[in-house]
């Protein structure tokens, strides 16, 4: 964003570009909404992108890309080995974030795998301020343990504390003292998505840092979404404010041994890599390169995308970029918030979050509130959310649900891609859901995969409330 006084003497935030190629949407009726959700298996992944109006499912690879992406990708070099463009990419890397050993993959959870592969095996934990889906799987997959550390306020929606991504370093330290020989590494995810994309303050890096020396542990930083997490500490962090985003990221970046990023989100490609200065780190991750992502100058990434990689990865510390999309953000949840609609507070990075325990409280939790939270507001809106609660859990291992911390429903924002008036209906329509909660019912399996359910599951509307749903809003708000 571009920062400038205002008249009235306050502060001016104006977005520092402009839109030159559009997407045209359309608004499918309402009737129609109801049958592609039920066609979808009451999951919103489910549904065809046609369907959709307004598609804030994730951030991930949906992000719109500068003119200077795409003037890249046109005069990337084509090569099984060794291209031009890989070396560019090795240069942004260390000229960014400055690690010199780079390992491209083919998104982020590949870099989890190749991770996971090199440095978890049975009997491993791994500590970190919260687990991300994808990350708890390889972990697991490897035979490890995730241990979440997050601080208290994390876990109270209503809690304005400026960085609920914090890891606790109290309870971390007492878990590297219990687990002592077994953790195989601390993980920090900047900014934390399945806690409402809340970030992670540098005061906190720097002392999970210390304890990681003490301990002889590596610190792994998942920063998919680092962008973010930067901008936040220079609008929160005491002594960040006058600090270039660029300076602040690299700050941040130095305290990790291993780094790792989908580059799907912040740079706004379809990618992913790990990078490290730790030469024997490098050694033990290389290998699994060309058996699972392919040959080490490109990592199962298109040749075009890793040179759109090396201009994103710059953009994301210009300080006219960064940020569009958080604005927006703020301004739907202190909406929401005005209006008594259980939301994550401080608004952050991500997307919104809505509370969907609190918002369908006649609901038990093993009716899936998000999941029928999220299918209620595609039937109302059009609009794609994702389910962020039990559903995105998979069972233990005796067939029990677990119940994660929050059951949220998630709005993610894709960076620089929807307008105000998008946000404008957003806020219309979950008003309208609120105002109807009652008419929301739960959901229950028609098809449950064991692992990673929440993408391809299916389900129904327990005793047929679609329907109900879809009558009150005929009534009163017509066919769109
Ligand atoms: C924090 C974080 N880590 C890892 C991933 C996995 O990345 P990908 O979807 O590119 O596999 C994501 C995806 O959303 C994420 O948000």
């Not at 994730?58 to 084509?78: E, F, H, I, K, P």
């Not at 792994?220 to 997490?229: E, P, V």
């Not at 991500?350 to 609190?358: C, F, K, P, S, Y």
């Not at 609120?434 to 391809?456: A, N, S, T």
Request: charged share 25%; proline share 4%.
């Amino acid at each position: 964003m571009i920062v400038v006084r205002s008249c009235d003497g306050g502060v001016l935030k104006v977005d520092g570009f402009r839109v030159r190629i559009f997407e045209r949407l359309s608004l499918p009726p309402v009737r129609y909404r109801l049958k592609a959700i039920k066609e979808a298996g009451w999951n919103t992944f489910l549904l065809k992108a046609d369907d959709v109006f307004i598609d804030l499912l994730t951030d991930s690879g949906v992000n719109a890309m500068s003119d200077r992406q795409l003037a890249a990708m046109m005069s990337a070099q084509d090569a099984y080995a060794g291209s031009r463009t890989y070396y560019e990419f090795l240069n942004a890397v260390e000229g960014v974030l400055g690690f010199k050993y780079v390992l491209p993959v083919h998104q982020g959870r590949a870099a989890e795998h190749v991770i996971s592969k090199a440095f978890v095996k049975d009997g491993s934990v791994v500590p970190m301020n919260y687990h991300f889906t994808t990350t708890k799987a390889h972990i697991e997959l490897a035979g490890g343990k995730v241990i979440e550390v997050p601080v208290k306020e994390a876990l109270d929606r209503r809690s304005r504390y400026p960085f609920k991504g914090n890891v606790d370093i109290e309870r971390l330290e007492e878990v590297l003292k219990a687990y002592r020989d077994r953790v195989a590494f601390v993980r920090i995810e900047a900014v934390a998505n399945l806690l409402g994309g809340q970030p992670v303050s540098m005061k906190n890096v720097a002392e999970v840092r210390e304890l990681c020396d003490r301990f002889r542990v590596p610190l792994i930083i998942d920063g998919s979404m680092i962008d973010w997490n930067v901008y936040f500490i220079k609008e929160r962090e005491a002594g960040y404010g006058s600090k270039s985003l660029e300076d602040i990221l690299r700050e941040f970046v130095s305290y990790a041994d291993v780094f790792y990023m989908s580059a799907r989100k912040a740079p706004a490609v379809r990618g992913g890599f790990i990078a490290t200065n730790n030469k024997g780190y490098y050694d033990r991750m290389v290998v699994h390169i060309p058996v699972y992502e392919g040959f080490l100058t490109y990592g199962g990434m298109s040749i075009r995308e890793i040179a759109a990689l090396s201009v994103g990865l710059r953009e994301m510390v210009d300080e006219n970029l960064v940020g569009s999309e958080l604005e927006l953000i703020k301004y739907i949840v202190e909406k929401l918030d005005n209006r008594g609609i259980p939301v994550v507070l401080p608004p952050g990075g991500l997307g919104v979050h809505v509370d969907a325990a609190e918002f369908l409280n006649h609901l038990p939790r093993n009716a899936y509130p998000a999941g029928a939270l999220a299918a209620a507001l595609y039937i109302a809106s059009g609009v794609r959310a994702m389910e962020r609660g039990t559903l995105s859990m998979d069972r233990d291992k005796d067939g029990r649900e677990v119940y994660p911390d929050l059951e949220l429903v998630r709005l993610a924002f894709p960076r620089r891609t929807y307008l105000k008036s998008h946000a404008d209906y957003v806020v219309d329509r979950l008003t309208w859901l609120y105002r109807h909660r009652d008419l929301i019912g739960g959901l229950k399996w028609v098809h449950e995969p064991p692992i990673l359910r929440f993408f391809l599951g299916r389900l129904e509307d327990i005793g047929n409330w679609g329907e109900e749903l879809l009558m009150a809003y005929l009534r009163e708000l017509g066919e769109y």
